[in-house]
């Protein structure tokens, strides 16, 4: 299947897009809970500071962008077009957010960080492609 335009869909990707935001929140909370209760008072040591908690929240971030790029072709208009802007406006969002705050999340692990950026948008490539190879027609 080719990546082209013409099928683009706005509501598409918008409802990607929230989809992937709201698992990843959703998941990042269930993260810090769990947490709360392996660490106590130290979460946000344990949260900021271990490569394995930042690695996990890496793997949590690209689970949730591909569930977003599967959402986004659940419309009529099926197109991978739809799944590949998803990732580029998570990646968008997720640099915004993290040059824009001052939070500095994983700036020990350059690595990590730019692991997320260069699997970001192939992530939600996979989950549109997910959808297309379990919906095909034989």
């Not at 929240?57 to 962008?65: C, D, E, Q, S, Y």
């Not at 659940?74 to 001052?102: I, Q, Y």
């Amino acid at each position: 299947m080719r990546l082209t335009f013409d099928n683009l869909s706005p509501l598409a990707i918008l409802v990607g897009l929230l989809a992937s935001q709201a698992l990843a929140a959703s998941l990042a909370l269930a993260l810090v809970i769990c947490f709360l209760f392996i660490y106590g008072n130290a979460v946000l040591v344990a949260f900021f500071e271990y490569a394995s908690s930042i690695a996990l929240t890496l793997f949590i971030g690209l689970l949730a962008t591909a569930f977003g790029g599967y959402v986004a072709m659940l419309t009529p208009k099926k197109a991978l077009v739809n799944a590949l802007l998803v990732g580029v406006l998570t990646l968008a969002l997720n640099l915004g957010l993290w040059f824009g705050t001052d939070i500095g999340y994983g700036i020990e692990f350059p690595l990590m960080l730019i692991a997320a950026a260069l699997l970001t948008v192939p992530a939600a490539l996979l989950g549109g492609w997910l959808y297309l190879r379990q919906h095909a027609t034989a």
